[in-house]
């Protein structure tokens, strides 16, 4: 099962490569900005959960 779900999950990020050619979108890029959105979404989240202020800023 884990091998299967490997391949599909590979697969899958194949695909969302090549559409991203394919539209002219820049995934290293795409994928830097919108980790460091979640990133900081997610610090914001758990300070404010927490009570404590939040760490570093994990994305960029």
Same mark, same amino acid.
């Given at each position: 099962?884990?091998?299967? @779900?490997?391949? #599909? @999950?590979?697969?899958?990020? &194949? &695909?969302?490569?090549? @559409?991203?050619?394919? @539209?002219?979108?820049?995934?290293?890029?795409?994928? #830097?900005?919108? =980790? +460091?959105? =979640?990133? *900081?979404?997610? *610090?914001?989240?758990?300070? #404010?959960?927490?009570?404590?202020?939040?760490?570093?800023?994990?994305? +960029?």
């Amino acid at each position: 099962m884990h091998v299967e @779900l490997r391949g #599909k @999950l590979a697969e899958c990020l &194949w &695909w969302v490569f090549v @559409l991203a050619d394919k @539209l002219g979108v820049d995934m290293p890029d795409a994928c #830097k900005t919108t =980790i +460091g959105k =979640i990133a *900081n979404g997610l *610090n914001q989240t758990l300070g #404010k959960a927490s009570g404590k202020p939040t760490g570093p800023d994990l994305g +960029g």
